[in-house]
């Protein structure tokens, strides 16, 4: 079975450019997040999709982040403009996610590395 | 607010030793779930191994399991017969819910494991 997919692996860009990430879940997978985990701490939860409709983005700076999940596959992040700031690991998870699972396991991607000069 | 708190910033151990990784987690939820997440210098979180709240015994998958301490509030991961593959950040978090449909985990700053051949 498949894994998560994203892309690109790496990505320098310089501040005030925008930038867009991809992500493809698992197969079957209703729910989807995206993480930003900056260096030396955990990630933390940026927006939730279920299908594709969003459960969660109280965490995602709407002035500058974007995200969609058109078709209730995959996704995609914007970030425009960006920010010194911004500089992190973009992580996608996806899961099975129904309400009658007892436990929610979430199954991450590579991640995308962002450095913005 | 839920929280996740890892001591350890570092750990060593031998090759072939065990060893445990500490995690304390505060919520005034009753329902919950606890993870552990490894992260390797390729940058992917894995999933090892799961905790629900409500779960009498501990946890156990292959060489991992997971102290489940309820009245102290820790859930310690423990790692048998270390191997060198097992050098990597590892991640404790928690999820609300009991995993339902949001299931949004709260991740610790996680522990640096090196193994020593």
């Known amino acids: 079975e498949a894994g998560v997919a994203q892309s690109p692996r790496y990505k320098i860009i310089e501040k005030r450019q925008s930038v867009a990430f991809w992500c493809n879940p698992i197969?079957?997978?209703?729910?989807l997040y995206w993480y930003q985990q900056i260096l030396g701490q955990g990630p933390k939860l940026l927006i939730q999709?279920?299908?594709?409709?969003?459960?969660?983005d109280s965490q995602l700076p709407k002035d500058r982040f974007s995200a969609e999940r058109l078709k209730g596959v995959d996704s995609t992040l914007k970030i425009q403009p960006a920010k010194l700031e911004d500089s992190a690991v973009y992580l996608c998870?996806?899961?099975?996610?129904?309400?009658?699972?007892?436990?929610?396991?979430?199954?991450f991607g590579a991640g995308t590395r962002l450095s913005v000069l | 607010a839920q929280k996740i708190t890892q001591t350890q910033p570092g750990m060593f151990v031998q090759e072939k030793e065990a060893v445990t990784l500490d995690c304390t987690y505060d919520?005034?939820?009753?329902?919950?779930?606890l993870f552990w997440y490894k992260q390797p210098s390729s940058g992917e979180m894995i999933f090892l191994i799961y905790?629900?709240?409500?779960?009498?015994q501990n946890a156990t998958e292959g060489r991992y399991s997971l102290n489940f301490q309820k009245a102290r509030k820790s859930a310690n991961l423990v790692i048998s017969a270390s191997q060198l593959g097992d050098s990597a950040m590892y991640f404790c978090?928690?999820?609300?819910?009991?995993?339902?449909?949001?299931?949004?985990?709260?991740f610790g700053k996680g522990t640096k494991l090196s193994v020593k051949p």
């Open positions: 998870a996806s899961s099975l996610a129904g309400l009658m699972l007892a436990k929610n396991i979430q199954y």
């Open positions: 197969s079957g997978h209703a729910t």
């Open positions: 999709f279920q299908n594709n409709g969003v459960v969660d």
């Open positions: 919520t005034s939820d009753q329902s919950y779930g």
């Open positions: 905790q629900g709240s409500y779960d009498e």
């Open positions: 978090a928690m999820s609300d819910n009991y995993g339902g449909s949001q299931g949004n985990l709260i």
